[in-house]
């Protein structure tokens, strides 16, 4: 079910990883699509790879989704119809250090983003929450209707947000809002032109052994192998970023048909543990990963499996791309070009 008339969709924090991604499965659908990013997280090269990409020039507003005056002037000028809204800090370690930041941005930039909606009229969003609001879940896989449950200040911002929409929608009919609870994106576009790209040490497990494979870091520390899961390690339900993408065309086009909202998992409905993706990389990359067993890492999840039922049902969405094709499209992204972004 895929809204077929074109549409102008503005992605926030659309020249980073998943944003990049998203633009690319949008323009694809036929939709005109501007970006607004203030690039504290993205490399400003991402907007020439995805001219190439896209055979076309690709409309930037560089500033914050903070910048009162310069939503409007967007709204204005672009005629907006619906906002995907990516733009936010994602680093769970950095929001224990620096709440207030998390709070400024992801909260602040939010009902900042959302009244400049309503001044314009436009009130189509589809939000980027987590997995993350799950806490530690009781249940695997974990369904849409497990409470909530904040486990740092990161995690807190993205529930916060969900809430503020609930209410939001509650208030005034108008409100089509589409709730995507990512699990845990990887892997890269298959140009090998965009993909995930941080700038220090990674923290998340992919972009880690992306760079021991590169040779740039020395080795990987599994984080604990006393968990209750097959191998002892932490199991987590991978989503190709090129499947996660094509979520967001579905998103916006059950808005679009429906003008009513939804909240769904986007994952595979399956679990792989770290082991699992270290050889599952080593097969990409065809290197020696090494690695070792360290502790634990403090508040860190056993397991995070998604229900995929839901996005099933209600958008039709169905991951096409497995393990293996993130590890290689990955592989492809750092060795290629991610080290000379
Ligand atoms: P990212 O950091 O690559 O992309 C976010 C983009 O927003 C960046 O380009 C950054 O420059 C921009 N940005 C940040 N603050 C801004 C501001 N104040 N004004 C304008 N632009 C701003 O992150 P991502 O991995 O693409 O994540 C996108 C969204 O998905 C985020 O909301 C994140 O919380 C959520 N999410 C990500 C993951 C993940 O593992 N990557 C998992 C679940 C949810
Ligand atoms: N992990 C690990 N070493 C790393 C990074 C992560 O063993 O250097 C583990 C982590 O403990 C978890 C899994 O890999 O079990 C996924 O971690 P990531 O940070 O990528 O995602 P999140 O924990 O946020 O779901």
């Not at 993205?158 to 939001?168: D, R, S, T, V």
């Not at 996660?244 to 909240?263: D, I, K, M, N, P």
Request: glycine letters at 10%; hydrophobic letters at 40%; aromatic letters at 8%.
């Amino acid at each position: 079910m895929v809204y077929r008339v074109p549409k102008r969709i503005l992605l926030t924090g659309g020249a980073g990883y998943i944003g990049s991604h998203t633009y690319v499965a949008l323009r694809q659908a036929g939709h005109d699509v501007v970006i607004l990013d203030n690039f504290s997280n993205a490399r400003r090269s991402v907007v020439a790879r995805l001219e190439q990409i896209t055979g076309a020039p690709v409309p930037v507003v560089e500033g914050d989704i903070r910048d009162n005056a310069l939503l409007d002037r967007v709204f204005t000028d672009h005629r907006i119809d619906a906002v995907v809204h990516f733009a936010a800090l994602k680093a769970v370690g950095e929001s224990m250090a620096k709440p207030l930041d998390y709070f400024d941005v992801n909260i602040g930039g939010l009902t900042t983003l959302l009244r400049a909606m309503d001044r314009a009229g436009c009130r189509r969003i589809v939000f980027s929450s987590s997995a993350t609001v799950y806490g530690v879940p009781d249940e695997t896989p974990t369904p849409e209707t497990a409470p909530f449950r904040a486990m740092n200040p990161y995690g807190q911002t993205k529930i916060l947000g969900e809430e503020m929409l609930a209410w939001l929608a509650q208030s005034n009919p108008d409100w089509a809002i589409g709730v995507l609870r990512y699990f845990n994106p990887a892997g890269a576009h298959r140009s090998g032109l965009i993909g995930e790209d941080p700038a220090d040490i990674p923290n998340n497990l992919m972009p880690f052994v992306a760079k021991v494979a590169l040779g740039e870091l020395d080795r990987i520390a599994v984080f604990g192998d006393d968990y209750d899961t097959p191998d002892g390690t932490g199991v987590r339900d991978y989503i190709h970023v090129e499947d996660l993408a094509r979520g967001h065309v579905l998103s916006l086009g059950r808005l679009f048909e429906t003008g009513q909202g939804h909240c769904v998992n986007l994952g595979t409905g399956r679990g792989y543990s770290v082991l699992e993706v270290i050889a599952a990389y080593k097969r990409a990359c065809n290197r020696d990963l090494p690695h070792h067993i360290t502790d634990r890492r403090p508040g860190d999840v056993p397991i995070y499996v998604a229900s995929a039922d839901k996005a099933a049902e209600v958008l039709g969405f169905r991951t096409e791309k497995g393990l293996d094709e993130m590890c290689a499209s990955s592989w492809n992204w750092v060795s290629n070009i991610g080290e000379t972004a």
